[in-house]
């Protein structure tokens, strides 16, 4: 269950990353994108290291349940979700 709520909250960001890469590119300021403002860049690739970082947090679990101790599992909860959330908030903010 753990790992199929963190791959659900990964699909929100990746949806939130897409709608948020959008509209940077679209909204101006000044006459210019906002993509290109230094602090938008860095929301979008504190985004961005999210995503990777919980892919590569997920793939470790895809094996067999019997296979994944409880203990990792609540690991991955708690280590995917406060990455998770920030992520999203740095969506909302671009």
């Known amino acids: 269950m753990t790992r ?3 791959a ?3 699909g929100v960001l990746d949806h939130g990353q897409t ?3 959008a509209f940077a590119a679209a ?4 006459g210019v994108p906002i993509e290109r403002h230094p602090a938008v860049q860095s929301m979008l690739a504190d985004i961005a290291a999210a995503r ?5 947090q997920l793939q ?3 094996r067999p ?4 101790a409880p203990a990792q599992a609540v690991a991955l909860r708690l280590s995917t979700s406060a990455t998770l ?5 740095q969506v909302m903010q671009v």
């Open 8 to 10: 659900i909250a990964l």
């Open 85 to 89: 959330v920030a992520a999203t908030n």
């Open 60 to 62: 470790a679990f895809w």
């Open 19 to 21: 709608m948020a890469v």
């Open 65 to 68: 349940l019997g296979a994944i």
């Open 27 to 30: 909204r101006r300021q000044g």
């Open 52 to 56: 990777l970082q919980t892919q590569q």
């Open 4 to 6: 199929l709520l963190s």
